[in-house]
């Protein structure tokens, strides 16, 4: 099995601009709402905008989703909020419309992706931390592709 090295992709990323992140968070600041009060879309704006590189953050025109899911047996060393084997219970409700994001998917009329792995694997013996590096042979790739 060959060996991918995520870190060799790190020049490829565009970073959100640090400076239009500051500006975004002044701006919030000055909102007549208090911090916090609209939850994680207090950070999830000031993202955005970063990402957009534009102060106040523009409209998303075109969103999808896309779901990555995967049983390759990581979620037994504990570093999941779901337990292990879980993942075709997840994909089967986003496919069934029975999911938060698939229902909000719906509702807006956004189309959604769904991609799950399967490995061989049954317990990984890859390290903690670099989960990349080769936890079992890939049994199965499957897309599905709804609305």
């Known amino acids: 099995m060959s060996s991918l090295n995520l ?9 959100p601009d640090g400076g239009v992140r500051r500006d975004a968070e ?4 000055r909102q007549t709402l208090p911090p916090g009060a609209l939850g994680r879309l207090d950070e999830l704006g000031v993202w955005l905008s970063a990402a957009q590189s534009a102060v106040p953050v523009r409209p ?3 969103p999808r989703v896309v779901l990555f899911a995967g049983d390759h047996g990581v979620a037994e060393l504990g570093v999941s909020a779901r337990p292990a084997g879980s993942a075709a219970t997840l994909v089967r409700a986003v496919l069934a419309g029975e999911s938060p994001v698939a229902v909000l998917a719906r509702r807006f009329d956004v189309p959604y992706t769904s991609w799950t ?4 694997a ?3 013996s890859c390290p903690r931390r670099s989960p990349d590096t080769g936890c079992g042979a890939v049994r199965g790739v499957s897309t599905s592709r709804t609305r």
Do not use: C, N, Q
């Open 122 to 124: 049954t317990r990984p």
């Open 117 to 120: 792995w399967r490995s061989t």
């Open 7 to 15: 870190d060799d992709f790190t020049d490829l990323i565009e970073r």
């Open 60 to 62: 998303v025109e075109r």
């Open 26 to 29: 002044e701006r919030r600041e």
